[in-house]
T-cell receptor, first 112, second 113 residues
Framework: GENVEQHPSTLSVQEGDSAVIKCTYS??????FPWYKQELGKRPQLIID?????GEKKDQRIAVTLNKTAKHFSLHITETQPEDSAVYFC???????????FGPGTRLSVLP | DAMVIQNPRYQVTQFGKPVTLSCSQT?????MYWYQQKSSQAPKLLFH???????NEADTPDNFQSRRPNTSFCFLDIRSPGLGDAAMYLC????????????FGPGTRLTVT
């Protein structure tokens, strides 16, 4: 089955700096890769996702890149703000979206 | 305009006393999931329904059961809760054929005394 690894497990950045979180997956059949943000005590919320037919996707300060050959994808947050502090989970899923496998999460702290 | 609703938000049960958590959705999604999440960990998939087809994860304990009486509702039954079952239980939905995003409910925090 699919296995998703995520690094780093914790990340601290100064406000205004960029943050990068990386994930690798094992199943070449996976072709949907979402990123979820979870604030303390709240539900995971989708912040950006990418399909395997796209190499990069951007939404304001957030971007995701995918290297399908190497089976890795990354989340990039620019101009970080304190409200970006949360746990971020990557995930990989096959084409019909049934089989989601989450990475272990990255706790991002943005220091003012 | 809540889309995935979970009740109750907080549940306290006694060791060994059966408990049922509920989830409903207004999205008409055909896939519903139950996850267990312990603090600082990723959500762990317990099972999911693809339409009426039940899919159990291999390592989900027999203590956990689920029912989906119709498209909108899904229940998680914990037959004999142990202290190790204390966690946040998240329900999520998605639609096959896209978009594939999973929509999460707010979760039910289960405490076992």
């Amino acid at each position: 089955g699919e296995n998703v690894e995520q690094h780093p497990s914790t990340l601290s950045v100064q406000e205004g700096d960029s943050a990068v979180i990386k994930c690798t997956y094992s199943d070449s059949a996976s072709n949907y890769f979402p990123w979820y943000k979870q604030e303390l005590g709240k539900r995971p919320q989708l912040i950006i996702d990418i399909r395997s037919n796209v190499g990069e996707k951007k939404d304001q300060r957030i971007a995701v890149t995918l290297n399908k050959t190497a089976k890795h994808f990354s989340l990039h947050i620019t101009e970080t703000q304190p409200e970006d502090s949360a746990v971020y989970f990557c995930a990989a899923s096959d084409n019909d979206g049934q089989n989601f496998v989450f990475g272990p999460g990255t706790r991002l702290s943005v220091l003012p | 305009d809540a889309m995935v609703i979970q009740n109750p938000r907080y549940q306290v049960t006694q060791f060994g006393k059966p408990v049922t958590l509920s989830c409903s959705q207004t999205l008409n999604h055909n896939v519903m999931y139950w996850y267990q999440q312990k603090s600082s960990q990723a959500p762990k998939l317990l099972f999911h329904y693809y339409d009426k087809d039940f899919n159990n994860e291999a390592d989900t304990p027999d203590n956990f059961q689920s029912r989906r009486p119709n498209t909108s509702f899904c229940f998680l039954d914990i037959r004999s809760p142990g202290l190790g079952d204390a966690a946040m239980y998240l329900c999520a939905t998605s639609m096959t054929g896209g978009p594939y995003e999973q929509y999460f409910g707010p979760g039910t925090r289960l405490t076992v005394t």
